[in-house]
């Protein structure tokens, strides 16, 4: 099978079964490009994360972007690209016919609300598996803890967040 149908149907799987954002596809994407096809490490999988989120754009998209481009250029960046969308756009069309269509019927909000807690085991999922690649020592985890603390009950901008913890990282390795 062509690198190029291995990018489609491993991003539009990863499009398809991965509710709740860019957050919540990444053990299913780490999964894909790291065990399942080899296409990079656990450690090149941070990195391209740290990029995709200082890249404006939806995190999943800037991931699937990159690494369509590394495994086969300027047309697996396109394949990889639309496949991880075209999934969200299909149902995305089929939900905006459904829901006016059965709005007011109680079985509608009851699927969204079976939905929430599965969104959030995934983004937890996603959490624990990216900090136990990125913590590769106390300082890591020192940062870490600083910047968490900073955004979350201080209030700090993402980017003065980004900033923030790569000069951290520049004064203490």
Do not use: C, Q
């Amino acid at each position: 099978m062509s690198n190029i149908l291995k990018l489609f149907l491993s991003f539009f799987k990863i499009g398809a079964f991965s509710f709740g954002g860019g957050y919540a596809m990444l053990p299913l994407m780490k999964e894909t490009v790291i065990d399942i096809h080899g296409w990079m490490t656990n450690s090149e999988f941070i990195d391209i994360l740290a990029i995709s989120e200082m890249t404006p754009g939806p995190i999943a998209i800037n991931m699937a972007t990159f690494l369509g481009y590394r495994v086969s250029g300027i047309l697996g960046s396109i394949v990889a690209t639309l496949s991880v969308i075209l999934p969200s756009f299909i149902v995305m069309s089929l939900i905006f016919y459904f829901v006016n269509k059965f709005k007011n019927s109680p079985y509608s909000d009851y699927f969204f609300r079976g939905i929430r807690p599965i969104v959030l085991g995934l983004i937890a999922s996603a959490a624990i598996s990216v900090a136990m690649d990125a913590y590769v020592d106390l300082k890591s985890v020192i940062i870490s803890l600083i910047i968490f603390y900073l955004v979350a009950f201080k209030k700090l901008n993402a980017i003065y967040a980004i900033i923030l913890a790569g000069l951290m990282g520049l004064m203490v390795y």
